[in-house]
C-alpha cells in the first residue's frame, strides 16, 4: 500500500505564508492526478487544488477553489517527487487539517470529488490566528 507523508503545517499569523509538502511512501508509485484538501472542524472535506502529476493528457494542468485563487498555488517537483501547496495571504478561515491525496484517474473538471483518489494522507494542521 501507497502511504502519503504530509508536511508543513503549523500556527501563523493572517497574511504569513506556509510552504506544504506531499511525498508518496513508495518511489515507484506514479499517480496520474494530486489534490490538496482540507477540513475545518464541523464541515466535510473540500477541495483547495488539484494537479495533473504524469504525461498523461488533460485538458487543464491546475484546479483550484474560488476561494483560494490568487492566493495559493500548487505545483511538483522536477523529479515529481513531491507535491507542494504554496499558502500565501493566510486568512483565518484558512484554518483547517489540509489532506494529500493521490490517485490513478487523470485531472479532470471533477478533481475535487474525495472518491477520485484512492490514497490519502494524515493530514498536516493549518491554523490562522493572530
Known amino acids: 500500500q501507497v502511504h502519503l507523508v504530509e508536511s508543513g503545517g503549523a500556527p501563523v499569523q493572517p497574511g504569513g505564508s506556509l510552504r506544504l509538502a506531499c511525498t508518496a511512501s513508495?518511489?515507484?508509485?506514479?499517480?496520474?492526478?494530486m489534490a490538496w484538501f482540507r477540513q475545518a472542524p464541523g464541515k466535510g472535506r473540500e477541495g483547495v487544488a488539484g494537479i495533473a502529476t504524469s504525461g498523461g493528457y488533460t485538458k487543464y494542468p491546475y484546479f483550484y477553489a474560488d476561494s483560494v485563487k490568487g492566493r495559493f498555488t500548487i505545483s511538483q517537483d522536477a523529479g515529481k517527487k513531491t507535491v507542494y501547496l504554496q499558502l500565501n495571504n493566510l486568512k483565518p478561515e484558512d484554518t483547517a487539517m489540509y489532506y494529500c491525496?493521490?490517485?490513478?484517474?487523470?485531472?479532470?473538471?471533477?478533481?475535487?470529488?474525495?472518491?477520485?483518489?484512492?490514497?490519502w494522507g494524515q493530514g498536516t494542521q493549518v491554523t490562522v490566528s493572530s
Open positions: 513508495e518511489n515507484t508509485y506514479s499517480p496520474n492526478s
Open positions: 491525496a493521490a490517485g490513478r484517474n487523470y485531472l479532470s473538471a471533477f478533481w475535487y470529488i474525495e472518491d477520485r483518489y484512492e490514497y
